[in-house]
């Protein structure tokens, strides 16, 4: 995806990390003055790397799992630095 980007490496890299927290695309479009179809490419090309990858890590590994209750099952959440837009 990153294959000599005709835009910075650094506003793809923003755009895919704000799609991936929840951020409506056109919001994106708009914020970075981008075009729709950029935008929509970017979002697409992302997609497909990452089921690439899904594909090959995680459904071509052996797990072993173990069955649990949902009541034991508990979630932190964490803070992640490089993620704050502020």
Request: hydrophobic share 40%.
């Amino acid at each position: 995806m990153l294959k000599r980007p005709r835009a910075r490496t650094g506003l793809i890299v923003v755009v895919i990390a704000l799609l991936a927290c929840g951020c409506p695309l056109q919001f994106i479009v708009h914020a970075y003055d981008l075009d729709m179809r950029t935008g929509v490419s970017w979002r697409d090309r992302a997609g497909r790397r990452c089921k690439q990858l899904h594909q090959a890590v995680v459904e071509q590994a052996s797990l072993t799992l173990v069955p649990v209750q949902a009541d034991e099952i508990r979630v932190k959440e964490r803070q992640c630095p490089q993620y704050r837009l502020y």
